[in-house]
Every structure is written in structure tokens, then in C-alpha cells.
């Protein structure tokens, strides 16, 4: 028997970023039966954010909305005994937790409200600095001198918010823990597991990673979004998650959306590298992770192997890189690029030349067509950034010069906005400490409990389970019977017409998973996306560090490619700072595909459902924060 008297507990997540839709909490505590509502709303740009809020507030730094939703919904979860956990309290878990208070006081519904923290290492960096550096995770650089930082957190489990549960709270709010944790320390409290349980640990850890990003599993930001019904408001996802780790993805019925093993299957490949995925309470092998379609709109997730967490936590540490400004000039018909070439030119000297600038990043995008149809189809963009610790360099006086070349350059200027005065932007630098220099800190009303995280001193080497997939040349296309399929002929289409995607960021890095749906589309996908023959698909890589890795349980190949969103989040002059069009870029892309598999694809294309009955809400344009980060 749990904590909860339920064989399985159902965790329902009702927000994937600071921004996500506002009433999601009551459609998950309203629309069926749950145990425990979760929300994450913290990214690695989001601390950043919360810190301009508490800059301007000393009292703020945690998420706002949160605290509309439990307006919403408290009274009906303590009615209803489910347990609420969320990484809402940011930079401010104790301020949270009071607001939180002072809430269920006005309400006079006398709910228990727990928090956790520890996670912050701002006023320490110094201290830490000294002891190991702060090397930077990916090019291994300590952590420059003199660096103030703005936030520095570490990633914390879920140990802490199994504690607060134990105590019996109603509500537990944290600061920053990994998305993953708001899972894990409900199922370590309902079922009791213990330290080294690492294969139940490790089936949270995946169950809360599928459901950590909201609708991403059930649906949103699919690639094959033409399969999914009710696209207009997609439901939000509950993990079934049995005392053995395993699990069951599902979403109340009559929402919108899907939960196959597509869609669950786009999640898992989202924000991951290697076959091993790290987490302070354990680490889990996303090469066992096996995926069965149990009935509509339930994923089955078992096999999922677990072995022991790392020594370490990441931190992820923000601090101010200095100032930018940017311009987006449109530019029609012919010679565009003469055009953009020239204007560059001008801009350039009449501002003294880009050399001043600390960086300055130029990007044309010549998607003009020859003979347009329409106005629109004749234009090109040209997208002028610079960075500079001295604001004065990169504010007024660079808009100024832009907006002089209205009526003094090439014919037809205009720009897609006015450009502004500088705005400053935040410098993310990913980095660990020892776990065992970090403290849980949870605190019930008077109750107070310190938790060392201090993992087991065993530490991964080789795999004991037969063999490390963290090698791709150990598949090959003829596994898989590429030759006969190839046999029947080739043509030259679009990868995503066989293949889905999915990426996002991790810092200055990008990662882009691919998969298929059949054994033999997965041999044809290994043998054609080398590292080689991704650079070649994906020109901005092409001078990059790439790590492909295969996962054959998945279907799926994962591509880590290292430093192409510079310094990452705010820092990044891409127009797509987070990478999250990487994959729908790479899809587009024209490769040879087998005929047969085509075919054979398009044989078992589903059709796409009538959309379900309406949700129960709708939410307000004035309901919607206006500062938001997507996860």
C-alpha cells in the first residue's frame, strides 16, 4: 500500500514553462481523477528573468502565475487529497511558501505548505571558485575572475520533496531542482524507495522527463502535428506511475491531442545527449527505456534501467555579459545580396567599424524568390547584432546610424521594427560542484530539516549489463536488411516525409534527435545520418564538435552539436536562440529515401481524428504573464 492508498499514482503536470497556458491547473485538478498536480516552470534563462523581477522587488523572484492557479484550484485539491509540487518558488522558495500562506489563510482552507531550498549558491561562488574552478561543462575553462554572478543554482533531486510529504505538507514549492525532481520525490514518498532502488528511481526519472515540458508528449510541437486531433488546445499529460518505476503516459479524455509512442517518444529524445541521463537521485539508461502503445492515448514505459547517480550537481550560474542591440532590415528583389553587402558596408563606417564592438554578428537570409507572386515572396532580411560591455557602444548611437540609412541607401529600405536602445543580457555558464557541498534545506511551519546530498560513493564504469551503445559504429545499416530495401530504387524527398525530430538547447549547445517508426527505416536512418553526412545537411555545423548517438530502442538517432548557439539563452545571436527549429530544419532537407520505405509509410499513416469535445476553460488574454522563458 502507498502513501496515497493507490496502486499507482497519477501525476499530473499542468505547466512545461513560465508562460504556459494559465488554467491548465484546473483543467488537470477538474477534468478526472489525479494524485499529485506538478508544474515546472523553470529554464535555464528563467533565473535570469526572475532576477530582473526581484532587482525591481526584493520580495519577488518566484513565479507569479503559480499562485493565480492555486487561487483556482487549492480548495479542490485539499477536498480531493492531491498532493501539489512545483519548482514555482525560482530565486524565492521561503517568499513563495509565504504568499502561499497568506493564500490559504484568506481562504480559510488551512493547507500545509512546505519548502525546499539549498539549491542557491550565489553569495558561495567565490568559495566554490577557489575549491574547483567552475569549469565551464563543455569547454572545461574555470570560471573567469571577477565574475559577479546574477544567479548561480544548483540542480537539486528529489529527496528533499519526499521529506516535505512525509511531514504530511499539501503543497510543496522548491527553488531550483531538476524538472524531472517534481516526479521523483512523489513516488520516492508513495512508495518508499530507497537510496540504491535505482531501476524505480531511474522509471521516474523518465516518466518525469516525458511529462516535465507539458504538452510536448501529448502532442504539441509534434512533427507529424497532421495525426493530431483537437491541435487547437491540446490536453496536458498524467504519469501512471507504478511502484516499480514503470509508468503510463495518458492525458484526461476529451482534451485535445495525442499520447502515442510517437509523440512520448519526441519528448524523450528532447534536451538529452548520450544513452546516460544524469540526475542527482540516480541515473537512467535511455538505451533500455522500452515503449508500448497500451490503448488510445496510453504509453506504456518500462524496462527502464537505472545505475547510480553522479558525484556531482550541475550548477547552472548566470552572470551579466554585457550589452546588445540589433536590426532587421528587409530587402526586396534583385540583387539582394549586393544590397545587404552594402548597407552592411555603410552601417559599419559610419559607426567606426565593427572592430569597436566586442561582437558583432551580420545574418542574411535570402529567401526572396525570382519572379514573386506577391510583394511578401520578394523579400530578403538582413539581421545586424552587437554586443558590447559599454552600453553607450551598442545603444542610441547604433540604432541612430541604422535609421540615418532609411532614404540614403538601397531602394525600397525598410525595417521590420525600429530598432531601440540597448538591453543587457545574461551570460549562462553551466558547471558542477561536489554533491556533497550542498545541503536540502526543507522547512513546514516550525519544522525544519537539513538533508546532505551526499549519493552512494559507487560510481559508474563499464556497463555490467553487456555492452556501452554509447559507440554508434557498432550498428550497422546491413542489421537492419538496408540492402534489400534499397534494391527497389531511391528518390530524392524531404527526411521529415519518413523521420520525425525533435531539438532544443542545453546552453551553447544544440541537440536534434531523430527517429523512425519501423526496424527497417532504422537501419536506412543509421546508415545515412553519420556525423559526416549531418554536417553536410546542416551547414552552421559544419566546423562544430558533433556527437551522435544511437538508440536503438527509440528508433532514434541523437546529434549533440557543441557551441552552435554561442554562449547560449540570451547571450545567442541566432534568431532561434533555443534551437528549437533545428529539427523542422534538418527534416526539410532533400536525402535519398528507399521507395519501398515511402511506401510502407504511407501505407500506415493514421487518420487524423475528429477534434474532442471543448475544454472546460478558457483563459484571457489578461490572464497571460507578460515575462515568460520557454523550457
Known amino acids: 500500500m502507498t502513501a496515497t492508498g493507490a496502486k499507482a499514482l497519477r501525476i499530473a503536470n499542468c505547466s512545461g514553462f513560465y508562460g504556459d497556458r494559465l488554467d491548465a491547473a484546473r483543467e488537470m485538478v477538474e477534468g478526472g481523477p489525479i494524485d499529485v498536480l506538478t508544474g515546472d516552470y523553470l529554464a535555464e534563462l528563467t533565473m535570469a528573468i526572475l532576477w530582473r523581477l526581484r532587482r525591481r522587488d526584493p520580495e519577488a523572484g518566484y513565479v507569479r502565475t503559480f499562485l493565480t492557479q492555486m487561487e483556482e484550484v487549492l480548495g479542490t485539491c485539499l477536498d480531493r487529497g492531491i498532493k501539489v509540487v512545483s519548482n514555482a518558488g525560482g530565486l524565492n522558495p521561503q517568499g513563495m511558501a509565504g504568499r502561499l500562506q497568506e493564500l490559504t489563510d484568506r481562504l480559510g482552507l488551512g493547507a500545509r505548505i512546505a519548502w525546499v531550498s539549498g539549491d542557491d549558491l550565489t553569495e558561495r561562488v567565490g568559495e566554490l571558485q577557489t575549491i574547483n574552478g567552475l569549469r565551464h561543462f563543455d569547454t572545461g575553462k574555470p570560471l573567469p575572475s571577477g565574475i559577479t554572478p546574477l544567479t548561480a543554482h544548483a540542480y537539486l533531486g528529489g529527496r528533499g520533496i519526499a521529506e516535505a510529504l512525509s511531514w504530511g505538507a499539501d503543497v510543496v514549492v522548491t527553488g531550483r531542482v531538476t524538472d524531472a525532481a517534481v516526479v521523483i520525490g512523489p513516488g520516492m514518498w508513495a512508495f518508499d524507495w530507497a537510496a540504491e532502488d535505482y531501476d524505480r528511481l531511474a522509471g521516474a526519472l523518465v516518466a518525469g522527463h516525458i511529462i516535465e515540458c507539458g504538452a510536448q508528449c501529448t502532442g504539441g510541437n509534434y512533427a507529424f502535428f497532421e495525426r493530431v486531433p483537437g491541435p487547437e488546445r491540446v490536453g496536458f499529460p498524467i504519469a501512471e506511475l507504478s511502484p516499480d518505476g514503470s509508468a503510463v503516459i495518458t492525458k484526461h479524455p476529451g482534451t485535445g491531442g495525442l499520447v502515442s509512442v510517437g509523440t512520448v517518444t519526441a519528448q524523450l529524445l528532447y534536451e538529452v545527449g548520450g544513452p546516460r541521463y544524469h540526475n542527482p537521485d540516480v541515473t537512467a539508461r535511455l538505451d533500455s527505456i522500452r ?104 545603444g542610441k548611437r547604433f540604432s541612430r546610424a541604422a535609421v540615418e540609412l532609411a532614404l540614403a541607401h538601397y531602394p525600397g529600405f525598410f525595417m521590420t521594427a525600429p530598432p531601440r536602445d540597448s538591453s543587457p543580457y545574461a551570460v549562462y555558464w553551466p558547471t558542477s560542484v561536489e ?141 532561434d536562440p533555443q534551437a528549437k527549429s533545428l529539427g523542422e530544419y534538418l527534416r526539410a532537407k532533400l536525402v535519398p529515401i528507399p521507395i519501398s520505405l515511402l511506401e510502407e509509410n504511407r501505407l500506415k499513416q493514421p487518420r487524423r481524428e475528429k477534434p474532442p469535445a471543448k475544454s472546460l476553460h478558457r483563459e484571457t488574454e489578461s490572464q497571460r504573464p507578460s515575462v515568460f522563458e520557454v523550457s
Open 435 to 575: 554533491a556533497s557541498q550542498v545541503v536540502q534545506q526543507v522547512r513546514m511551519g516550525d519544522r525544519e530539516k537539513q538533508i546532505p546530498v551526499s549519493p552512494p560513493t559507487v560510481r559508474e564504469t563499464a556497463d555490467e549489463r553487456g555492452g556501452d551503445p554509447d559507440s554508434a559504429e557498432s550498428f550497422a545499416p546491413q542489421d537492419f536488411g538496408l540492402a534489400s530495401r534499397e534494391s527497389g530504387g531511391t528518390v530524392m524527398v524531404p527526411l521529415g516525409r519518413i523521420a520525425g525530430a525533435r531539438s532544443g538547447d542545453k546552453g551553447g549547445d544544440a541537440n536534434v534527435g531523430v527517429w523512425v517508426e519501423s526496424e527497417e527505416a532504422f537501419g536506412w536512418l543509421v546508415g545515412l545520418l553519420s556525423e559526416s553526412r549531418f554536417r553536410e545537411l546542416v551547414s552552421e555545423a559544419a566546423g562544430l564538435d558533433i556527437e551522435r548517438h544511437v538508440l536503438a530502442n527509440l528508433r532514434a538517432v541523437n546529434f549533440v552539436v557543441r557551441g552552435l548557439l554561442g554562449e547560449g539563452v540570451s547571450s545567442s545571436t541566432r534568431t
Open 291 to 394: 515503449l508500448s502503445q497500451e490503448g488510445p492515448d496510453r504509453v506504456a514505459v518500462t524496462g527502464v534501467q537505472g545505475e547510480p547517480p553522479p558525484s556531482t550537481l550541475k550548477v547552472a550560474l548566470n552572470y551579466l555579459g554585457g550589452y546588445r542591440n540589433s536590426v532587421t532590415m528587409v530587402i526586396t528583389g534583385l540583387d539582394a545580396e549586393l544590397k545587404a553587402k552594402s548597407v552592411t558596408e555603410a552601417l559599419w563606417k559610419s559607426l567606426g567599424g565593427a572592430e569597436q564592438f566586442a561582437d558583432a554578428a551580420v545574418s542574411f537570409d535570402g529567401t526572396g524568390h525570382a519572379d514573386p507572386a506577391t510583394n511578401e515572396a520578394a523579400m530578403s532580411q538582413l539581421r545586424i547584432t552587437v554586443k558590447d560591455p559599454d552600453p553607450k557602444k551598442v
